[in-house]
Structure formats: structure tokens, C-alpha cells
């Protein structure tokens, strides 16, 4: 059984192996031996200025001294402290990602968008993530959410820490799952099965662990195929295949974009050479829409490419954005591309 799944559900689906489900407070530092040092010495010049021929006295000015120390260090628990000070060392950054959440109908309820996100979020929310020098996935979460997280946003943790998301923007489902820059987040190492064999998959992140870097993007969706979570992620990539978070034109130019597509439960945890053999062409009844208008005729896919022309009076960043005319035998998570005119 594998110990970490990505993306909550994503790994419930894979048939090829089974996945098991696996993956703020700040205070000001107490030095309780400083308290203590000078409260001895308070303690003993006292005694020695007012009487030093009674020892006795002096006896039971350190007993008064030793129950004030056990009551000093009996502040905080070990485990408390422990906390306190992995929480203060973890520094406060912010990152700017692309975000977009989309429901099981293809519909974006937010973004594609940029947001500013910083590391303290899910932390200051009441949640916890295992990322300490950086901005987890967990954080942007927690960011789309805005005020509402509290009533919205319910996670389950593992033993090990990692957190499987049971209710997203209001809707209490284990069927969702997360792409950042078109893949889901692993940790490098290869699963090895029961009896100690490699596999073709990568031990996942959970949404609490992944990281993510500025610039990123970051994708969270609903599975509209919650029995056998065939649902297939689209995305633009340039020649060689590779995931494209933004692209940059110059006005009047044509260009020409790859749109592929894949199969995300079977995707997302396999090494490269596995990977490959599941991705295929987005199919011809896509439509690719110019969020500006810019552009006024839909553009179509043909042969899983898509060649727009700039406007030659186009000016600041755009979208492309994928939809879905025809009715293709599997549902499609719909791509997205920032495209910034030069």
C-alpha cells in the first residue's frame, strides 16, 4: 500500500496499483534559566544583607527559589516549546502564482488568475502544513477561500501529517485533486509495492505538503467521474511537450500551441517514460476562446494543435482558455494559458 497519495482522490482511482489513504501559533522565546538566575540572586543578596548568621533563613530562601523555578519551566510543555520554536523559525514569504478552481461542470469559479500568496495562510486559518520555507499548496488553497474558509474548507490528517481534503469551497467530496504546473506533486522517490518491487509511480504529495515556487500555477478541480475518475486534464505545451504556465507574443504574430491531454489518475504519480504513454492530443471538437474578445472567431483544434494570430493593437495579458462543444466520451478539465503581449 502506497503510504502518500497526491491530490486526494486522484490515487483512489489508479487501477494500474492501489493506493492507500497515507500526505500557528507565535509566541515570544522564554528564557526561564534567565528568570531563575536573577531570582537567585534577588533571593540570596536578600539573605545575606539582612541576617548572615541564620543560615537557616538562607536554606529557605533557595526552597522559595526552587518553587518558583518549577513553576517558571512548568509554563509551557516540552512539546509545546517545541512547537513554539519550529513556528518562529519558519520565515514569512509570499508568493505569486496563476490560480483556478473548477467544478465537476467545467465551469472556472475562480481565475485563471494571479494571486499573492504568503506561507502563513492555512497556519493563521487554524490549519497546518508540513512546507517550512516556503508557500505550500495548502496556503493557496486557503487564499481562494478568502473569509470563507473556516465554513468551506474541511481537512482530514493522516498519522504521518499529510491531510486529505473532505470539503472544498462548500462541497463535502473526497473527489477533487490539484495540479501545480500540470502535474501532481511527488516527492521523487519510487513506491515499491508489498514485496519490496519498484513500481512505475512516485510517492505523492498531499495538498499540504507540496510546494510551490512564484510563477507557479496551480489548478484545483472536482472530478465529475467519481466512480472510475477518468476524467482527463488538458493543457497547452509547447513543442517538445512540456507544460507551458504562460507565453509571451508580440502583436500581429501567428503562433502555434500544442494542446495535450491525459488521463490524471493514471498520470500523475508515474515516472516520465510511464507518463508518456497516456498522454495523447486534446480531441478536434475543442474550442479555444480569447478571453479578451480580441479574438472574434473561436479557433479550433486540429490534429492536437491550435494556431491564433495576435491582434496587431493588442496590449497587456490575456487567457486562452479550452471548452468543450462537442461530447467527447470522457470529461475534460479545461487549459488555461496567460498569454502576455510584449
Known amino acids: ?27 515570544d522565546d522564554i528564557d526561564i534559566e534567565d528568570i531563575a538566575v536573577e531570582t537567585e540572586a534577588d533571593d540570596v543578596a536578600d539573605v545575606e544583607v539582612e541576617d548572615e548568621a ?48 473548477e467544478d465537476a461542470e467545467n465551469n472556472f469559479t475562480h481565475g485563471p488568475g494571479h ?17 517550512t520555507t516556503g508557500v505550500s499548496t495548502l496556503d493557496v488553497l486557503v487564499a481562494l477561500h478568502g473569509n470563507t474558509v473556516k465554513d468551506n474548507l474541511k481537512l482530514w490528517y493522516q498519522e504521518d501529517g499529510g491531510a486529505w481534503i473532505d470539503k472544498m469551497f462548500g462541497t463535502e467530496t473526497t473527489a477533487v485533486s490539484f495540479a501545480v504546473n500540470g502535474l501532481a506533486p511527488d516527492t521523487g522517490e519510487i513506491y515499491k509495492d508489498a514485496n519490496g518491487n519498484p513500481t512505475n509511480d512516485y510517492v505523492g504529495k498531499m495538498v499540504n505538503e507540496a510546494k510551490v515556487e512564484d510563477g507557479d500555477v496551480v489548478d484545483f478541480f472536482f472530478y465529475q467521474d467519481t466512480q472510475s475518475y477518468s476524467d482527463m486534464y488538458a493543457y497547452f505545451a509547447d513543442d517538445n511537450g512540456n507544460f507551458l504556465k504562460s507565453l509571451t507574443v508580440t ?15 493514471m498520470y500523475s ?6 507518463r508518456n504513454l497516456f498522454v495523447e492530443n486534446a480531441p ?25 494570430t495576435v491582434p496587431a493593437d493588442a496590449s ?23 498569454i502576455k503581449v510584449g
Open 284 to 308: 478536434s471538437d475543442y474550442t479555444v476562446v480569447w478571453v479578451s474578445n480580441d479574438l472574434d472567431n473561436p479557433l479550433f483544434i486540429e490534429d492536437g494543435k491550435v494556431t491564433f
Open 316 to 338: 497587456g495579458t490575456y487567457s486562452l482558455l479550452g471548452e468543450i462543444t462537442g461530447a467527447p466520451a470522457y470529461r475534460y478539465v479545461n487549459p488555461h494559458l496567460e
Open 115 to 131: 494571486i499573492t500568496v504568503s506561507s502563513d495562510m492555512a497556519e493563521n486559518a487554524g490549519y497546518t502544513d508540513n512546507v
Open 54 to 101: 541564620e543560615p537557616a533563613e538562607e536554606v529557605a530562601a533557595e526552597d522559595d527559589f526552587s518553587a518558583e523555578a518549577d513553576d517558571a519551566e512548568g509554563l509551557f510543555t516540552d512539546a509545546e516549546a517545541a512547537d513554539i520554536e519550529a513556528q518562529n523559525a519558519k520565515t514569512v514569504t509570499s508568493v505569486d502564482v496563476i490560480a483556478s478552481v
Open 1 to 27: 500500500m502506497k503510504k502518500k497519495l497526491v491530490g486526494i482522490l486522484m490515487g483512489v482511482a489508479m487501477t494500474a496499483t492501489t493506493i492507500a489513504a497515507p500526505t500557528a501559533i507565535f509566541a
Open 251 to 265: 502583436p500581429g504574430e501567428t503562433y502555434t500551441l500544442n494542446v495535450k491531454a491525459y488521463a490524471y489518475k
Open 269 to 274: 504519480l508515474s515516472i516520465p517514460s510511464w
